[in-house]
């Protein structure tokens, strides 16, 4: 699978405040990111595809003018959580779809205060 | 739509001995990709197997092996000689044939004791 860095690994942000979180393939070129969400003791649950190029793909009941999704290379896709409230503060996970096996970053701790 | 079951929120298990989790999911797809990854405290998510559903063998990695039931729809993982470091939450997952998303069932989390 590819090597994923995901970044920043923890944030702390004021309510109201947009926070940018990064995923970046480092030896493979991701035409597709995935960006998951994971509240404490609760699984994985899916945002939201970033295709490369085009228009991300939201699950539904996802906000998508809240969390924007960029991904403008075949690298780095980000993720913009906007005007974010108490309420958004959560581990999200970024997982690159890449030759044999699906990686996924190291996650980032979100704290909306 | 595909889902995916794991009725054991906990498990124990004793170092050196097996403990088998379970996983149970609903298809209609004919063509479709298991799999189970763990989650240590660090919340990195670490791919332990995969299946093929295809491939009538059973998957095994080193310690790890799994029980695959096509007819059923179940999937378990048996970790044998289990040590410390296995203890983490284990997510079973879910992937079509021609579909990139994976389904999460709720995981299990693993306990070893000494």
């Known amino acids: 699978g590819a090597v994923v860095s995901q970044h920043p690994s923890w944030v702390i942000c004021k309510s109201g405040t947009s926070v940018k979180i990064e995923c970046r393939s480092l030896d493979f070129q991701a035409t597709t990111m995935f960006w998951y969400r994971q509240f404490p003791k609760q699984s994985l649950m899916l945002m939201a595809t970033?295709?490369?190029?085009?228009?991300?793909?939201?699950e539904q009941g996802v906000e998508k003018d809240k969390f924007l999704i960029n991904h403008a290379s075949l690298t780095l896709s980000t993720l913009t959580v906007t005007s974010a409230h108490p309420e958004d503060s959560s581990f999200y996970i970024c997982?690159?779809?890449?030759?044999?096996?699906?990686?996924f970053g190291s996650g980032t701790r979100l704290t909306v205060v | 739509a595909q889902t995916v079951t794991q009725s054991q929120p906990e498990m124990s298990v004793q170092e050196a001995e097996t403990v088998t989790l379970s996983c149970t999911y609903d298809?209609?797809?004919?063509?479709?990709?298991l799999f189970w990854y763990k989650q240590p405290p660090s919340r990195q998510m670490i791919l332990v197997i995969r299946q093929e559903a295809y491939k009538q063998q059973n998957a095994t990695e080193n310690r790890f092996s799994v029980n695959f039931q096509k007819a059923a729809k179940s999937f378990s993982l048996k970790i044998s000689d289990s040590q410390l470091g296995d203890a983490a939450m284990y997510f079973c997952a879910y992937r079509g044939g021609t579909a990139s998303k994976l389904t999460f069932g709720t995981g299990t989390r693993l306990q070893v004791t000494l």
């Open positions: 997982r690159v779809q890449g030759g044999y096996g699906y990686t």
């Open positions: 298809t209609s797809e004919s063509d479709y990709y």
């Open positions: 970033s295709n490369e190029g085009s228009k991300a793909t939201y």
